[in-house]
């Protein structure tokens, strides 16, 4: 099948089955397959991303069905975009359990500095964050802090949503540190959502900085294939 584009180009076969990949700093990476024979001229929806702190990649291509068409990528976002963030100093919001002791020595933290637990393991130390979710919907739960060949490799992460709803994740602090890490998207009812990070049994620092919730429907990624 060919399509005419434009009376500048000529008629050559198209790609039916076009890879449109994307990813975003806080997101693994999306491939969404875009039919270009059909719904040109128009901005073409492939999907929502989390965006950021940083930047994002969205690329078209390749693929053996034909010939691709690039022409421009936008990215909305909705002007009542919902996320909540609550750094470990904010005590109306922190539940600090323990002798933390504070650092700014690596960099990485957004926070004014980041607390770790001097590599005690032993459970007794824990910061739980409480944020609050207006409305219903799919939230992404994010968590910050600095990485290091010393940081724990299973740091418990206990993330409670409205209705008691607990998911418990190790996260792994050696990688990944010094922007917001996804600790998992899941969906909840309006009300408090707490995020609990300890020590318990960990070997190396466990470090806590910041947490983090977004409404995962308010962010939106387009991109025009013709």
């Not at 609550?86 to 500095?113: C, M, N, P």
């Not at 206990?158 to 998992?184: A, K, M, Y």
């Not at 910041?210 to 990624?221: G, K, R």
Request: glycine fraction near 12%; hydrophobic fraction near 40%; proline fraction near 4%.
């Amino acid at each position: 099948m060919c399509a005419q584009l434009s009376p500048l180009l000529p008629c050559f076969p198209i790609a039916f089955d076009t890879v449109c990949h994307r990813s975003s700093l806080f997101w693994p990476s999306t491939i969404t397959f875009v039919n270009q024979q059909q719904d040109g001229g128009a901005w073409i929806y492939v999907g929502s991303s989390v965006m950021g702190y940083g930047s994002g990649e969205l690329s078209i291509g390749p693929t053996d069905a034909g010939n691709i068409i690039a022409d421009g990528v936008k990215f909305v976002m909705r002007n009542s975009v919902v996320s909540r963030t609550v750094g470990w100093h904010e005590t109306d919001r922190v539940e600090i359990v323990g002798q933390w002791k504070q650092s700014s020595s690596l960099k990485g933290f957004l926070g004014l500095t980041y607390l770790h637990d001097d590599q005690r393991g032993d459970g007794s130390l824990s910061v739980t964050f409480t944020l609050s979710a207006p409305v219903s919907g799919s939230y992404a739960v994010m968590i910050s802090y600095t990485s290091d060949k010393q940081r724990a490799k299973e740091v418990p992460v206990t993330v409670t949503l409205p209705g008691e709803i607990v998911h418990v994740v190790l996260v792994d602090q050696t990688v990944g540190g010094g922007r917001p890490f996804l600790v998992g998207k899941y969906d909840g009812d309006a009300g408090d959502i707490t995020v609990k990070i300890s020590n318990e049994g960990t070997v190396g620092y466990v470090i806590v900085d910041l947490a983090m919730i977004v409404l995962l429907d308010h962010s939106e990624c387009l991109c025009l294939p013709a």
